[in-house]
């Protein structure tokens, strides 16, 4: 399931990509499925741990991808932590809500991200309440946001 806390949270690391740096594997890269995040979210390829392929920017190091790849790499490979992840942007929730399909992910937002016109299972923290949809999610995250 998908656990969010809403607003400031003192123990999440903000900056994930200055944490990202300093953590990351290249093994990471290559492990299903950030790959497949990677080709989606940022439409680049995997050649190995340390070279993606950008349609933009051509050859990169993993320093080089968004803030919402990198975060969700984070929360993939970091379980423990909780990351900001408002440097996602929407187009990142598919992935948070399905790597939460397969682990409890705890992550904290800034932001009211946008999870889709479908159903969905989000545990909000601030208030211990469990949200299935964007109508039942807008009135609770909005009072902390």
Request: aromatic share 8%.
């Amino acid at each position: 399931m998908l656990h969010v806390f809403y607003g400031d949270l003192p123990t999440a690391i903000y900056n994930t990509a200055i944490y990202f740096k300093n953590v990351y594997e290249d093994a990471w890269l290559t492990t299903p499925p950030v790959p497949q995040m990677i080709l989606d979210i940022d439409k680049s390829t995997v050649i190995a741990g340390g070279v993606i392929d950008s349609p933009v920017l051509g050859k990169i190091s993993p320093l080089g991808l968004s803030g919402g790849v990198k975060t969700l790499i984070l929360i993939q490979n970091v379980p423990e932590k909780i990351f900001n992840a408002s440097t996602c942007g929407d187009n990142c929730a598919p992935w948070l809500l399905r790597l939460a399909e397969e682990k409890d992910i705890t992550v904290n937002l800034r932001h009211l991200m946008n999870f889709g016109k479908g159903t969905f299972a989000l545990h909000i923290l601030n208030t211990d309440q469990t949200v299935h949809s964007m109508k039942e999610l807008v009135p609770i995250a909005g009072r902390f946001v």
